[in-house]
């Protein structure tokens, strides 16, 4: 596909999104071309086929674990882990230009 074309098909496929009430600004993901381009390569630029899996991951993400993807992040310590001891043996971690 022709660069110009993949440039229209992101514009539609943007449009249609938030013509679905689908994208809003502010989401926390796919308000960027690359993440929206990530979907359209996923489904050979078919725009209807995107759609539906843009459709699907939001799903996903309101839903997973009861309480949604962005829910669980604001829970989870990501330094809080069971092989963290075993991981920082292996690979030290220091913080530079602290305090």
Sequence with gaps: ???????????????ELVKQDLLHEGDSIGVDDETLLRFLRARGFNLKQAITMWKNCQQW???????????????????????????????????????
Excluded at 1 to 15: G, S
Excluded at 71 to 90: A, G, K, M, N, S
């Design 61 to 99: 993400r309101e839903t997973v674990e009861g309480v949604g993807i962005d829910e669980l992040y604001r829970q989870t310590d990501p330094y809080d882990y069971p092989e963290r001891e075993h991981v920082f043996q292996c690979w030290p971690l220091y913080f530079h230009k602290v305090g």
């Design 1 to 15: 596909m022709v660069r110009k074309d993949k440039e229209t098909v992101l514009q539609q496929f943007r449009d």
